[in-house]
Nanobody, 124 residues
Framework: QVQLVESGGGLVQAGGSLRLSCAAS????????MGWFRQAPGKEREFVAAISWSGGMTYYADSVKGRFTISRDNAKNTVYLQMNSLKPEDTAVYYCAASVFRVVTTTSTRYDYWGQGTQVTVSS
């Protein structure tokens, strides 16, 4: 069982930056593929970024590529999402998720554990 707690969300102006953190419980954090998803009001949850257990492989949605960076610190059981050049369309609740799947995946149904989410609001 893994518990995930996100933090770092907030209100920021367009063009600004935020850094989300996701702290995981348990001693097997390094065995999980980690991902970030987001859900805007009235829209389905969508993939944002994912990182392999070692951190050596990352994958991004086209909409955030070049602006967002996912990273992890297995010693601290934490995964991060650095978000730069934020746009109003990035406004959403951001969720951290953990997957026991052996390869990086963008499919939400392959993630086994989810955090409660953190709100990110980007004003124009």
């Amino acid at each position: 069982q893994v518990q995930l707690v996100e933090s770092g969300g907030g209100l920021v102006q367009a063009g600004g930056s935020l850094r989300l953190s996701c702290a995981a419980s348990g001693r097997t954090f390094s065995r999980y593929v980690m991902g970030w998803f987001r859900q805007a009001p009235g829209k389905e949850r969508e993939f944002v970024a994912a990182i392999s257990w070692s951190g050596g492989m990352t994958y991004y949605a086209d909409s955030v590529k070049g602006r967002f960076t996912i990273s992890r610190d297995n010693a601290k059981n934490t995964v991060y999402l650095q978000m730069n050049s934020l746009k109003p369309e990035d406004t959403a609740v951001y969720y951290c998720a953990a997957s026991v799947f052996r390869v990086v995946t963008t499919t939400s149904t392959r993630y086994d554990y989810w955090g409660q989410g953190t709100q990110v609001t980007v004003s124009s």
